[in-house]
């Protein structure tokens, strides 16, 4: 069994690695560019019009992306992927700080797409790999190795926003780019000198048409609707609502707002690393059941921060220890849902249905961003916080469509 397992092993650390050093760069060019742009007088709003495209090239990269890795392999997309963040980080670091502000704006929107269509080929790569590279007969394993890179991977993006953060200080914005992209650089050289013929298209994979990358299977796309509802939820209150509450109303600075969020995130990874051995006590896998259990509990948890900032209950406290709780439960249930898509993927069409899975995570993280903004507006965080539990709900109703088990066959 030792001998079987290793070459599997050896190709998901492999690419783990590969996305580890990935993420890294995606937190930390965040950074760069928020903190870069401030400190050139640049409006919240024109450095918020930075990120518009990232977000929406998510949207149609996990839906092309999946039918392309289908046809050319696991291998091209996370190799494309890598390569495409490098040429980014590049074409960053020539931005002028006296060009027009349109021109710098339309530049830097420009190539903040072309990261996040990279950051989803990555991602779609990476995690669709897994499916293909866990033994099949090894009971409980799809689930820690998902589990694994899930968590790392948002612990790593947390510690990306401090990495950036020093190196803007230490090497300059330029400096800094070109020092991600030689790292970068680095690990493409080394993945793609080691991981050989691994992740290659499947004999039939030329016959796979485009429209194929709408699911047919019933559970894929009720699982795809919940997540789009479930990460959604977070978006509303987390992007935009959270971060001017503790600036606005409880009057932290900017670095104190900066290292919390991150310091939220980094925890946020570790507790999805972690999710299956908080769910050991199951003597089944998790199935459809676990993951509707565990979006009700998020809506308790949800609800009653709402209800203790509404009545001014200590709203400091009940924001800040709320989060953590929100954030514990919250990973778990994002841990059930990447782990339920590799289980409920064909295996012919792992990377087309995770492509589509992503897709709607894409969605529901832009509508949560433009619906936090909105929410805040009209309603404040107790605004934020009661349409992330409309979400939540929908996502538990969506979530009771799910089958009890894992192993149910497709529909239709």
């Given amino acids: ?75 091209f997309t996370l190799y494309a992927g890598l390569i495409l963040q490098i040429a980014s980080l590049c074409a960053l670091s020539l931005t002028n700080p006296d060009w027009l502000a349109v021109v710098s704006v339309a530049y830097v929107m420009g190539l ?7 950051k989803d080929l990555t991602k779609m790569s990476s995690k669709s790999a897994i499916k293909v590279l866990v033994p099949a007969d090894a009971k409980g394993a799809l689930f820690r190795w998902v589990a694994l890179l899930t968590g790392s991977k948002n612990a790593l993006k947390g510690i990306g926003f401090f990495m950036g953060g020093a190196l803007l200080a230490w090497l300059g914005f330029s400096g800094a780019l070109l020092a991600m992209a030689g790292g970068l650089a680095i690990t493409l050289i080394a993945v793609g000198l080691s991981l050989g013929d691994a992740m290659v298209p499947a004999s039939n994979a030329a016959k796979a048409k485009f429209r194929d990358v709408f699911s047919k299977d019933r559970k894929i796309n009720v699982l795809s609707a919940a997540r789009l509802f479930l990460f959604g939820s977070r978006d509303i209150w987390f992007v935009v609502g959270l971060p001017v509450f503790l600036a606005s109303e409880l009057g932290w600075g900017h670095i104190e707002v900066g290292s919390y969020m991150a310091a939220w995130v980094i925890g946020y990874g570790l507790i999805q690393a972690i999710a299956p051995k908080m769910l050991r006590a199951q003597s089944n896998e998790p199935d459809g059941r676990t993951a509707q259990v565990w979006i009700f509990v ?56 995770v492509g589509f899975y992503y897709m709607s995570n894409a969605i529901g993280r832009l509508t949560g961003t433009v619906l936090s903004g909105v929410a805040y507006l009209y309603g404040g965080l107790v605004g934020c916080l009661i349409t992330s539990m409309l979400f939540l709900i929908l996502g538990w109703l969506i979530s009771s469509a799910l089958p009890r088990d894992t192993t149910s066959k497709p529909h239709g």
Avoid: C
Avoid at 27 to 52: D, K, N, P, T
Avoid at 112 to 118: I, N, R
């Fill in 1 to 75: 069994m030792t001998a079987a397992i290793t070459p599997a092993i050896r190709n998901y650390a492999l690419v783990t690695g590969a996305y580890w050093g990935f993420t890294l760069t995606d937190g930390a060019l965040r950074m760069l560019v928020l903190l870069h742009f401030h400190a050139l007088g640049y409006s919240a709003f024109e450095i918020a019009l930075l990120f518009v495209l990232y977000e929406v090239a998510g949207i149609v990269t996990n839906l092309m992306g999946g039918w392309i890795a289908q046809r050319h392999g696991l291998r």
């Fill in 298 to 353: 998020l809506i308790l948890v949800t609800g009653l921060i709402a209800l203790a900032v509404y009545q001014n209950i200590a709203p400091e406290i009940a924001v800040l220890a709320g989060l953590l709780v929100f954030g514990v439960v919250f990973a778990v249930n994002s841990s059930l849902h990447s782990y339920l898509i590799l289980a409920y993927a064909d295996g012919d069409k792992v990377a087309m249905n």
């Fill in 112 to 118: 903040q797409a072309a990261s996040g269509v990279a």
